[in-house]
């Protein structure tokens, strides 16, 4: 597991090279300074997508699949204890037809926002690395901290198969599928190969106080 900074990954020296700093995985939550107790945390995130292996498997029609877990702990008499938790996913496609990437983010098992499509894979990541606010705050006072756990996975077959059928039964309109790329033999043959590559990150925010 590879726990990050705000900006940059634990363990990366100062006198890292800047192509490597860039290149470096973001998470950020920034909870409000007022209004703690009615909105939850704005989580922004970059460069989720620099893995060599993820953007091969994107470029070859599959896709990647990005889960966001967002906690609440709130202190107890001696301990934090969990206090809510919130679930989403972000779903990253190509389509070589069109030579377009899809983004979708999905939330409760419904397509929250479609993003469109975008020429550029960075210009993807930054359509969803954008502030989100977080649909979880906490319901009363106390002290209390967010951590947050993203997994980056690209798809296999049979993962894309379930995707496609929840697609099809979703409120989503059926020409803004994000999963329209043709699978070849060379796409194919890179799943089996890197095995649906999985990555973890995690990053947790300051204490804060509710009154």
């Known amino acids: 597991m590879r ?14 090279p800047a192509a490597a700093q860039r290149d470096s995985v973001q998470l950020d939550l920034i909870v409000p300074q007022n209004g703690a107790r009615q909105e939850g945390p704005q ?9 060599a ?11 990647t699949q990005i889960h966001f877990r967002l906690e609440l702990w709130r202190k107890g008499r001696w301990f934090y204890d969990p206090s809510g938790r919130s679930e989403w996913d972000v ?11 899809t983004v979708v983010r999905r939330i409760d ?23 989100f606010r977080a649909p979880l705050h906490p319901a009363r006072s106390g002290r209390y901290y967010y ?9 296999t077959e049979s993962d894309l198969d379930a995707l496609q059928q929840w697609l099809r039964g979703s409120s989503g309109p059926a020409k803004n599928n994000p999963v329209t790329a043709i699978r070849s033999g060379l796409g ?7 095995g649906g ?15």
């Open 3 to 16: 726990r990050l900074a705000l900006a940059c990954l634990i363990g990366l020296s100062p006198l890292a």
């Open 43 to 51: 989580i922004v995130v970059a460069n989720l997508l620099a893995d």
């Open 53 to 63: 292996k993820t953007r091969e498997l994107l470029r070859n029609g599959f896709t």
């Open 91 to 101: 779903f990253v496609s190509y389509d070589p037809t069109s030579q377009l990437y």
């Open 109 to 131: 098992n419904q397509v929250h926002e479609n993003f469109g499509g975008f020429q550029t894979l960075t210009s993807a990541e930054a359509q969803f690395g954008k502030p």
């Open 147 to 155: 951590n947050l756990a993203v997994d980056v996975q690209s798809l």
């Open 188 to 194: 194919t043959f890179l799943s089996r190969a890197l």
């Open 197 to 211: 590559d999985k990555r973890h990150y995690e990053q947790r925010s300051g204490r804060f106080v509710v009154p």
